[in-house]
């Protein structure tokens, strides 16, 4: 495995690892369910025949140790004694890093047939879960890709497009909202059935400085986890440089170039789980193809490794060469078994360890200022406040409803609410979802002249604000008529039995919309509100549908339809089925592009992907009403210069250079002109952050983005969740909150009106507030944008450029912003754009 230019798909592996499941004892292959696009999505586990015999009971076994309320300490060292220790490793997260999908082939047969000591003692001691592949689909994309280029011109050239359906790259970043379904199917092995003790996953990095990264992370980390986990990093890390130093493998570090402070993916969210969660990352070749480095060519990294040179957490330097997959195989390969060699050896140190984390995490929270968070069921969107609660299940985070009414702390909460203790073992988990978050400032995260230091992804993942849900701490005990929930939240709706002038749905739900979408696929008449009714039952932005029978959509959405009370004959206008076009791209494909496009799959909205070739044929208002421009640069779009490092995962191929002709992307001129001519003759162009610089520009539209290019010292907010009001009288924020939350990251764009002339042109979508801006994150000069506009819509000819300057649909997980996008979608030309006074709260 691993020999220059040759790559086994995931065809061919998983074939392999049917093979071997057959002819060993040791080894048993699980289908966990099916990737994005259909492909069995499996995992393995090693263990001696005895242990695999009883391997339901170990899980139980294990499992009760990893929650150990109500067990005795003697009742936990008999379990310890019977138990056995429990490791997950995970191979190929990211497809263009392909040395992982290699490794874990010669990683599963020497864990079956080396015979000696060491491999035994592991049989006997160690589950050994082994994901082969997190990505199937893209093992198989980047391997028949580069096969059928290897020996020509364009050898290693990086992959057109994202190597997972949705997410590319941004995979990784899924270990939260488990969006997408290998996340899911993850998720359910080591957040709820199997809790191992530790968590490797496989990666690759840039190729310029160490060879290896191992545990444990550099500074700064995310406080809230058990501190036994971060030194049980620190353990394994040193078991595998031990490891990797004896065989003679240089150039290996630990404690720097990847911050504790990361994403929410699994391997930095594991550690909130009470399971030490951790990283490699090798040095990358060209894809399978040998890369030589001079030792000039190698230089310090970022966070721990000022210079090139020995330090105590690199002994050895390599010295430059020739780098191939193999390298990276072997040492993968040692830092592999090290995993399981120390779980092996130290199998009742790390088992009491979990039992030891579970039971003081839940003592932390039972006593903390923090208590409880507790989630009102009739807030904002209450069908997005379940979608919340099932979230928290799928990590295995216990979670209570409340039967009849509650008063907390002088609040009332009604039925159907949730609570959340902070007494359970994964409170570390439900402080970083459910809390207000503040990314440190401080020398680990300035240069020393004082610029901030970009965090290594976002600054909050708190999902209840992502999602637009009020969750509130408690500083009390919540007792009460509570039940736990055993399973999801059901979401169906209900239909009024009679309802002769129709139904209306509440335009604060975003499954609203997803119904709207259905009813206008039915051809069921579906009109909007555009002012309140009289009786005060219908809201400007509720949608009020034509009688017939809509029973299936109110299952399928989770809506209810109740009847309308009174015809509404005026203050109300027509919908039709929505023509969507988003731009596709290759250049690695644009992730931003990607979970939209799941997202609307998830809120069932129509919609065409078209590429440079659509676009610059023009005409494009003879089929669609919008058009959507995702987060991206104009250079991307246009092809003016190829794009660097989008979606498909940095420069670990060629450069863009050696792509294959028909795989260059860019609409170039042609392709900006038909687009403002689509625009003039009466389209919606919609544009999410940084995309906003084509029309902008291009189109000379009279607003300026005032973020554009200022020092980081005098505007910073690295992905944090910002306070904005909402016009939620404009038919383009129907629906939304009078005050909510916009996460805005690097290349988000704030508006001012640049023209005089023109300013009647643009309609203020939503504006920042004028002080105390931050929710959650980080944020350097607020007065920068204190009062100014979030998003604008600008006529433009007879049509309209909406644009977003944060991401309302970031990874599928802002749902408190996705109506921005559906509001967008159902304005097309046949909605006017109607104005109410009243404010709605
Ligand atoms: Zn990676």
Do not use: C
Request: proline content about 6%; glycine content about 10%; overall charge neutral.
């Amino acid at each position: 495995m691993g020999a220059d230019r040759q790559l086994a798909n995931w065809d061919k592996l998983h074939e392999y690892y049917q093979a071997l499941a057959k002819a060993s004892n040791k080894m048993r292959v699980v289908e966990l369910g099916k990737t994005s696009e259909g492909r069995p999505y499996i995992a393995i586990f090693i263990s001696s025949p005895a242990n695999l015999a009883r391997l339901e009971q170990l899980r139980q076994l294990n499992a009760r140790l990893a929650d150990p309320r109500g067990l005795s300490e003697a009742e936990a060292k008999k379990l310890v004694a019977d138990a056995k220790a429990v490791t997950i490793q995970s191979f190929a997260l990211h497809s263009s890093e392909v040395a992982a999908s290699q490794t874990a082939a010669e990683f599963v047969y020497d864990s079956i047939t080396r015979t000696d000591e060491e491999a035994t003692r592991m049989l006997d001691n160690v589950i050994s879960i082994v994901m082969p592949s997190i990505n199937p689909d893209g093992t198989q994309m980047i391997a028949d890709w580069y096969m059928k280029y290897a020996g020509t011109e364009h050898e290693a050239a990086p992959l057109p497009w994202l190597y997972q359906k949705y997410s590319g790259h941004d995979n990784n970043r899924d270990g939260f909202a488990l969006n997408l379904p290998e996340s899911q199917h993850l998720g359910k092995l080591m957040y709820r059935d199997w809790m191992p003790q530790a968590y490797v996953d496989h990666h690759q990095m840039g190729s310029g400085n160490a060879r290896l990264y191992i545990p444990p992370y550099a500074e700064p980390i995310r406080p809230g986890a058990d501190p036994l986990v971060w030194r049980e990093m620190q353990l394994w890390g040193a078991h595998m440089g031990n490891k990797l130093e004896a065989a003679g493998k240089t150039g290996v570090i630990g404690s720097a170039i990847y911050s504790g402070w990361g994403h929410m993916g699994f391997h930095w969210i594991t550690p909130f789980h009470n399971i030490a969660g951790m990283l490699t990352e090798s040095a990358s070749a060209r894809l399978a193809t040998p890369m030589f480095m001079h030792p000039d060519q190698l230089r310090g990294g970022p966070r721990g490794l000022p210079a090139y040179e020995v330090q105590t957490t690199m002994p050895s330097l390599w010295t430059g060469g020739w780098w191939r997959v193999r390298d990276i195989v072997e040492q993968q390969k040692i830092a592999a078994w090290a995993t399981v060699d120390l779980a092996a050896r130290n199998r009742e140190t790390v088992l009491w360890n979990m039992y030891l984390k579970g039971l003081r995490q839940t003592e932390r929270g039972a006593n903390a200022a923090v208590r409880a968070y507790a989630i009102a069921a009739d807030q904002h969107d209450r069908q997005t406040v379940k979608k919340l609660a099932n979230m928290l299940l799928a990590s295995g985070v216990e979670v209570h409803q409340t039967k009849g009414q509650l008063i907390v702390e002088g609040r009332v909460y009604g039925p159907g609410s949730f609570i959340v203790s902070m007494a359970q073992p994964k409170q570390g988990l439900v402080r970083w979802m459910l809390g207000r978050t503040f990314y440190p400032d401080n020398t680990y995260t300035r240069t020393a002249e004082g610029d901030p230091i970009r965090p290594y992804d976002m600054s909050t993942d708190t999902f209840a604000e992502f999602m637009g849900v009020k969750s509130d701490p408690i500083g009390e005990t919540v007792t009460g008529d509570l039940v736990k929930l055993a399973a999801n939240v059901p979401m169906i709706g209900t239909v009024a039995p009679s309802a002769p002038h129709g139904y209306v749905l509440d335009g604060r739900l975003n499954d609203s919309f997803r119904a709207a979408f259905l009813l206008l696929d039915k051809g069921i008449a579906v009109r909007r509100a555009s002012q309140p009714s009289a009786d005060g039952s219908v809201k400007a932005g509720d949608f009020l549908v034509a009688a017939g029978d809509v029973s299936a959509i109110a299952k399928q959405s989770g809506v209810d339809f109740p009847a309308l009370k009174s015809p509404i004959t005026a203050g109300a206008y027509p919908l039709r089925k929505p023509r969507v076009a988003m731009l596709q791209r290759y250049g690695g494909g644009n992730m931003d592009e990607g979970w939209t496009r799941l997202m609307f799959e998830q809120f069932s909205v129509p919609y065409t992907s078209i590429m440079d070739a659509a676009i610059k044929a023009g005409n494009l208002e003879a089929n669609y009403d919008t058009i959507i421009l995702p987060a991206d640069s104009i250079a991307a779009m246009t092809g003016e210069r190829p794009p660097q490092g989008q979606g498909g995962g940095g420069g670990f191929g060629g450069g863009p250079n050696n792509t294959p002709a028909e795989y260059r992307s860019g609409f170039g001129a042609d392709g900006v002109k038909a687009l403002e001519a689509f625009v003039q003759k009466g389209g919606t162009l919609l544009t999410f952050a940084n995309a906003g610089d084509l029309p902008m520009q291009r189109f000379s539209l009279p607003v300026r983005n005032i973020v554009s290019g200022l020092p980081s010292k005098t505007f910073w907010s690295p992905g944090s969740t910002l306070q904005v009001n909402f016009v939620n009288t404009h038919p383009l924020a129907y629906g939304m909150p009078a005050q909510g939350l916009a996460l805005f990251m690097a290349g988000g764009q704030v508006y001012e009106v640049t023209s005089t002339d023109r300013s009647q042109d643009v309609e203020i979508l939503s504006t920042y507030i004028d002080r105390d801006v931050l929710q959650s994150g980080w944020l350097l000069g607020e007065q920068v944008i204190a009062k100014k506009a979030a998003a604008v819509s600008v006529k433009h000819g007879a049509g309209k450029v909406v644009m977003i300057g944060f991401r309302p649909q970031h990874r599928d997980q802002t749902h408190g912003t996705f109506k921005l996008v559906f509001n967008a979608i159902l304005n097309g030309p046949v909605g006017a754009t109607p104005a109410t006074t009243t404010a709605q709260q």
